[in-house]
């Protein structure tokens, strides 16, 4: 992927997670009192970009999306399938 493309596709991730993180103000799942398949979902689509885009300054910004992708990186059943999910502190950047 070249610069210009890469950095078009981060700005959208973080549009994204900017709507994510309001949805999920005041609620700790994305359906109910519980997690979901949707969660199990949304949170592998999202497991990747947490590991190299979304960096700490964007999780600081966005509360509400980083407390439900601690949630649920930690849950025992996450933990079983995908393992220890480390989000990054950095965000990577393309190759030139």
């Not at 890469?6 to 103000?25: I, N």
């Not at 109910?32 to 885009?53: N, Y």
């Amino acid at each position: 992927m070249e610069g210009a493309a890469f950095s078009e596709a981060v700005k959208e991730l973080k549009v994204l997670g900017k709507m994510l993180d309001g949805y999920l103000k005041d609620k700790q799942w994305l359906v109910g009192d519980v997690i979901s398949l949707a969660d199990l979902f949304v949170g592998a689509s999202l497991a990747p970009a947490f590991q190299t885009i979304l960096d700490a300054g964007f999780r600081k910004a966005h509360p509400s999306l980083s407390g439900w992708f601690e949630r649920w990186s930690q849950h025992q059943p996450v933990v079983k399938r995908h393992g220890a999910i480390q989000a990054c502190q950095k965000s990577l950047k393309p190759l030139e």
